[in-house]
């Protein structure tokens, strides 16, 4: 078989075809930063360099895909939230002072418009650069930082909504989160517009880590979904990412419509193959601590062979489980991109799935 572009490659998997190897996009805009000689905080505001550190490093490791991504701060700073920048690490919203005093201040604010307001423009300015640049071969994810959920936590505060959802009335509840839900999808339909090969949220507060699957599905999934029917008519995938321990969650996130669920470290790609639509593609979920930060190469492609095995590299997408940080270990991200020609040929895929 003809080896494919990184492009090709991801779009067959995407397609439930058999690629010449597992695709591999780490979640690697701080590690691609720190590549290309700068501090995520000194970039954030400055497309040319933040397209030119995912250049820089996806050309000198050789992965299949670039996540734009900068911080979980941008559509919220465009809603109006207080934002602290920080030269050597992300920005992020001052929960300490929360936009909002009340849930039912939601209609006060002003729902922002990609093209203009905040710093939305410089992420549609990133994903522009980078299809322009190597859009033609290497696949590019275009980021719509926060779903419905966790925007609402950030414009709230998220010690006030967790409150709010206990002693709050359901529909003020709700009528925020159908706020939030049009403010992400015009987000992310610009990303499409601007020329990304799909899109994706960031719905981190909606984590079994911090409110019970219950509540997942009363407050978060429905939502997810919304996004989701919002942009199935472009045509192109959506994607979800759940950070922490999503195990008992995964099912209803198969069921969200989302063609890509992006699962952290902590989840059982095996489980979780079984448990979602074997049309939805899995990307994960190496831990970004340890092996990929704190472990050897040894490790790291010990875990990335668990991984494709445990799933048989149906519907797979290599990557780290959540954001990988600057200080990765770089052997540790060759021996992650290394792990796919090692591990997940398309001879190995298929005695994997005979």
Same mark, same amino acid.
């Given at each position: ?45 400055? @497309? ?49 002072? @929360? ?137 192109? @995938? ?12 995964? @099912? ?103």
């Amino acid at each position: 078989m003809a080896e494919m572009t990184s492009l090709e490659r991801v779009q067959a998997v995407l397609a439930g075809q058999m690629p010449d190897r597992v695709p591999v996009i780490p979640q690697g805009f701080m590690f691609s930063a720190k590549t290309a000689g700068y501090d995520i905080g000194a970039i954030n505001r400055n @497309p040319a360099k933040m397209a030119e550190s995912h250049r820089i490093s996806q050309e000198k490791y050789g992965y299949d895909g670039c996540v734009v991504d900068v911080d979980d701060a941008t559509l919220a700073e465009a809603c109006g939230a207080k934002v602290i920048f920080r030269e050597q690490d992300v920005a992020s919203v001052d929960e300490h002072h @929360p936009v909002l005093e009340d849930l039912r201040e939601i209609d006060d604010l002003k729902m922002p418009d990609p093209l203009k307001d905040g710093r939305i423009c410089e992420w549609l300015e990133t994903v522009e650069r980078l299809k322009a640049a190597i859009g033609d071969h290497v696949f590019i994810m275009g980021r719509a930082d926060q779903g419905p959920f966790s925007l609402l936590c950030l414009l709230r505060g998220t010690q006030e909504f967790m409150v709010d959802l206990l002693t709050e009335d359901e529909e003020v509840i709700r009528h925020a989160l159908e706020w939030t839900t049009e403010a992400h999808t015009r987000f992310a339909l610009a990303q499409l517009k601007a020329g990304a090969h799909a899109t994706s949220m960031g719905d981190a507060y909606a984590s079994p880590n911090l409110v019970s699957p219950d509540m997942y599905r009363d407050f978060a999934f429905p939502y997810e979904q919304k996004v989701v029917e919002n942009v199935r008519h472009t045509g192109m @995938p959506y994607s979800v990412h759940i950070c922490g321990d999503t195990n008992r969650i995964v @099912p209803l996130m198969g069921q969200t419509g989302a063609r890509i669920l992006e699962v952290d470290w902590k989840v059982d790609m095996g489980a979780a193959r079984k448990a979602v639509p074997e049309d939805v593609v899995l990307m994960g979920n190496l831990n970004p601590s340890d092996p990929l930060c704190l472990g050897t190469p040894d490790q790291v492609r010990q875990q990335a062979k668990d991984i494709i095995e445990a799933t048989r590299g149906k519907g797979l997408i290599l990557s780290s489980g959540c954001a990988m940080g600057a200080n990765t270990k770089p052997e540790n991200m060759e021996a992650m991109v290394a792990s796919a020609r090692l591990y997940g040929t398309r001879e190995q895929l298929e005695a994997l799935q005979a």
